[in-house]
């Protein structure tokens, strides 16, 4: 008996956990468990979360299928590299500086730990974090820019 209800709680915390936290995003324990999925298994997850279809970019290195949250303030981007598997990564992106805020402090209280700063090519500010193997990195709107903010969830 005691077997059974410490089973369903544990199921009922990995869907908590699993779903978003608030309006239109995830849980770190979401965006990487994202990239554990296929890509014909994360089209059906975005589909279920009622996120709309926005483009597949291919190229000889990478796949990458884009969709737009139901409210078209958040956009979320798998990308499948063919060689460099290190680099398959979840792209979340979203307009406010709030999230950006409660996802820092969830990335820093999990244990992460700042490991570089710079800019990315488009010359937005970056922040990468890490803890063991695990790697994520956030990234800020370009100076003098409101959104988009991005949590980039590496494999």
Known sequence: MQKNIFYQLTVFFAVLLSTPIFAQTFTLEA???FNKLGMAEFKKEMKKLNYRFYDT???TDFTLDEYDGPDYKSKIGKFEFTTEKSED????GFKSKKEYDQYLKLILNAGYKVAEKGKIITKEPYTDYYKNKEHIRLILP???EKAPYTILVFK
């Open 57 to 59: 970019t291919k190229s």
């Open 31 to 33: 965006l990487k468990g």
């Open 142 to 144: 370009k100076a003098g």
């Open 89 to 92: 990564r979840i792209e979340f």
